[in-house]
């Protein structure tokens, strides 16, 4: 389904590919970040349970000017993973910049140039991996846009989706509404972008946008980044709950909110009887609260799978699972644990202390990527903790920092 407001939508992509990236830049850095990390499809999507030497067919499903794409094709690159990242936009633009960030990384993908709308027909998957970020958000029907995906999702696979998230995006739908009146959308986008330039230039200390920290990529990001905050034709919020609900009636449920830690209300509350009532909350309620609470949470990243095809956590006890930082050495953590026993995080703004079993360092400082488990424990046990005291130790650290995302485990050979 189509209509004026997405035609719309379609020409401002060709205008102004999003988000701006120079090919150039590859050689200095890799752009990582959530959803579609390796690490976190092998633990969050799959359970560390799909074996790394079986091909990933993946699928980034809108992939704009080729981030996630990007990403995942190097990630499983370096690390030799077998199989195929395809990409695809309906933005001939934004695909002319994706294809030539891949070129000076010598990485060879599969490009498609069409709306994901036209999956059912269009011959491609199926995929056990498919990527949708910042897309459903803009889609006149974003049920429909679900139903496209899942069209060509291979039986056992999952998906990494982001929509945007109305709390933490606060003063972006003021300055929308702002616009409409100032630059209509029937102006050109040149001249629609120019009023949005002037208007920021003047914009009072009491609008909310000005106290809102969260937009460096847009605000920062040239006249693509202004454009597709500011002027976006077509752009809904979800809170939480109303994520959960819309994936719900797809017949998809959630692995995993990233990061875990971040929709747990208790975190922020520490007050007993306030617990008990959060304990009788159901999870997307939690979450929602949690998202009240903080005031912070722009977008929601979730991964998910069939709710029919329900399968096992990652299990963190068993000997031979290989725990995996996720990027930052799992020893660098050890080292940023303070005295008091808590490692902190900072989330947009709002710092959290973990706090972490008095064994965290030392098994931190254990974890390389190729020890598994029982090998920590092994090691451990040689220098006088038992077993029982290393299971407590070792669960109570998977459970911080896997919810920060941070400490997951690696998939079988």
Same mark, same amino acid.
């Given at each position: &389904?189509? @209509?004026?407001?997405?035609?719309?939508?379609?020409?401002?992509?060709?205008?102004?590919?999003? #988000?701006?990236?120079?090919?150039?830049?590859?050689?200095?850095?890799?752009?990582?970040? /959530?959803?579609?990390?390796?690490?976190?499809?092998?633990?969050?999507?799959? *359970?560390?349970?799909?074996?790394?030497?079986?091909?990933?067919?993946?699928?980034?499903? !809108?992939?704009?000017?080729?981030?996630?794409?990007? &990403?995942?094709?190097?990630?499983?690159?370096?690390?030799?993973?077998?199989?195929?990242?395809?990409?695809?936009?309906?933005?001939?633009?934004?695909?002319?910049?994706?294809?030539?960030?891949?070129?000076?990384?010598?990485?060879?993908?599969?490009?498609?140039?069409?709306?994901?709308?036209? +999956?059912?027909?269009?011959?491609?998957?199926?995929? @056990?991996?498919?990527?949708?970020?910042?897309?459903?958000?803009?889609?006149?029907?974003?049920?429909?846009?679900?139903?496209?995906?899942?069209?060509? +999702?291979?039986? *056992?696979? !999952?998906?990494?989706?982001?929509?945007?998230?109305?709390?933490?995006?606060?003063?972006?739908?003021?300055?929308?509404?702002?616009?409409?009146?100032?630059?209509?959308?029937?102006?050109?986008?040149?001249?629609?972008?120019?009023?949005?330039?002037?208007?920021?230039?003047?914009?009072?200390? /009491?609008?909310?946008?000005?106290?809102?920290?969260?937009?460096?990529?847009?605000?920062?990001?040239?006249?693509?980044?202004?454009?597709?905050?500011?002027?976006?034709?077509? @752009?809904?919020?979800?809170?939480?709950?109303?994520?959960?609900?819309?994936?719900?009636?797809?017949?998809?449920?959630?692995?995993?909110?990233?990061? #875990?830690?971040?929709?747990?209300?208790?975190?922020?509350?520490?007050?007993?009887?306030?617990?008990?009532?959060?304990?009788?909350?159901?999870?997307?309620?939690?979450? *929602?609260?949690?998202?009240?609470?903080?005031?912070?949470?722009?977008?929601?990243?979730?991964?998910?799978?069939?709710?029919?095809?329900?399968?096992?956590?990652?299990?963190?006890?068993?000997?031979?699972?290989? #725990?995996?930082?996720?990027?930052?050495?799992?020893?660098?953590?050890?080292?940023?644990?303070?005295?008091?026993?808590?490692?902190?995080?900072?989330?947009?703004?709002?710092?959290?202390?973990?706090?972490?079993?008095?064994?965290?360092?030392?098994?931190?400082?254990?974890?390389?990527?190729?020890?598994?488990?029982?090998?920590?424990?092994?090691?451990?046990?040689?220098?006088?903790?038992?077993? !029982?005291?290393?299971?407590?130790?070792?669960?109570?650290?998977? @459970?911080?920092?896997?919810?920060?995302?941070?400490?997951?485990?690696?998939?079988?050979?």
């Amino acid at each position: &389904m189509t @209509d004026a407001t997405d035609a719309r939508l379609a020409a401002q992509y060709e205008a102004f590919p999003y #988000p701006k990236r120079d090919p150039r830049d590859e050689a200095r850095r890799l752009i990582v970040g /959530s959803p579609s990390h390796l690490r976190e499809i092998d633990h969050w999507v799959f *359970g560390a349970a799909r074996p790394a030497s079986r091909p990933l067919r993946a699928l980034v499903a !809108g992939g704009g000017t080729g981030d996630g794409a990007i &990403m995942l094709a190097q990630q499983m690159a370096t690390a030799g993973r077998p199989g195929r990242v395809a990409y695809l936009d309906r933005s001939a633009a934004a695909h002319g910049v994706a294809r030539a960030r891949a070129e000076a990384r010598g990485l060879t993908l599969d490009w498609h140039t069409g709306s994901l709308l036209d +999956l059912p027909e269009s011959g491609l998957g199926p995929f @056990d991996y498919i990527d949708c970020c910042g897309v459903l958000h803009h889609l006149p029907d974003p049920a429909e846009g679900l139903r496209a995906l899942l069209s060509v +999702l291979a039986p *056992g696979g !999952g998906m990494g989706l982001m929509v945007y998230a109305p709390h933490g995006r606060t003063g972006v739908y003021m300055l929308q509404d702002a616009l409409r009146r100032l630059a209509p959308e029937g102006d050109a986008p040149p001249a629609r972008l120019d009023v949005a330039r002037r208007v920021m230039r003047h914009l009072p200390e /009491s609008a909310w946008l000005r106290r809102n920290a969260y937009f460096g990529d847009h605000i920062d990001g040239g006249d693509a980044g202004l454009y597709d905050l500011l002027l976006n034709p077509r @752009d809904r919020a979800y809170t939480a709950p109303e994520f959960m609900g819309l994936l719900e009636s797809a017949g998809l449920t959630v692995t995993a909110l990233m990061e #875990p830690l971040r929709y747990n209300p208790a975190v922020y509350l520490p007050d007993p009887k306030l617990r008990a009532r959060i304990d009788a909350l159901d999870p997307a309620a939690r979450a *929602g609260l949690a998202e009240a609470l903080t005031g912070n949470v722009s977008t929601h990243v979730a991964y998910c799978a069939r709710a029919a095809e329900t399968r096992p956590a990652p299990d963190p006890m068993r000997e031979d699972a290989v #725990p995996v930082a996720r990027e930052l050495p799992a020893a660098e953590l050890a080292r940023n644990i303070r005295p008091d026993g808590t490692l902190p995080f900072l989330f947009d703004g709002l710092r959290v202390p973990v706090p972490l079993p008095p064994l965290a360092g030392a098994i931190l400082g254990l974890i390389d990527g190729a020890r598994s488990v029982g090998g920590i424990a092994a090691a451990l046990r040689a220098r006088g903790t038992d077993a !029982g005291a290393f299971a407590r130790g070792w669960r109570q650290t998977f @459970d911080a920092l896997s919810g920060v995302n941070r400490i997951l485990l690696s998939p079988p050979p």
